[in-house]
């Protein structure tokens, strides 16, 4: 019923810089809370920011000063702006979102999505 589907993964030197977007479509009534996710090879993924419907926003420790979540709730899109990008950067990121749907019986549905993910590498 939706579908997210992430842009902007790529190759960049420690110290630059990489912007993803994802974007949700499909049977979409409102969308909730957005987040960024990432999983390195070999470790669990973990969550690195979050921002609700009103623009709250929240990071983890190893990201902030550094990345920003923003999101486009017109275009039902979520940005993470990374900068300054380390090695350890390198992950899969993935996004995240709290979407209320219509179902096919016209009725309203809370259901969690995720993207396919796309692919950060930083090299030294």
């Known amino acids: 019923q939706v579908q997210l589907v992430e842009s902007g993964g790529g190759l960049v030197q420690a110290g630059g810089s990489l912007r993803l977007s994802c974007a949700a479509s499909g049977s979409i009534f409102t969308i909730n809370a957005m987040a960024w996710y990432r999983q390195a090879p070999g470790k669990q993924r973990e969550l690195v920011a979050t921002?609700?419907?009103?623009?709250?926003?929240n990071y983890a420790d190893s990201v902030k000063g550094r990345f920003t979540i923003s999101r486009d709730n017109a275009k039902n899109t979520v940005y993470l702006q990374m900068n300054s990008l380390k090695p350890e950067d390198t992950a899969v990121y993935y996004c995240n979102a709290d979407v209320v749907v219509i179902t096919t019986s016209a009725r309203l549905a809370d259901y969690d999505y995720w993207g396919q993910g796309t692919q950060v590498t930083v090299s030294l």
């Open positions: 921002i609700t419907s009103g623009g709250s926003t």
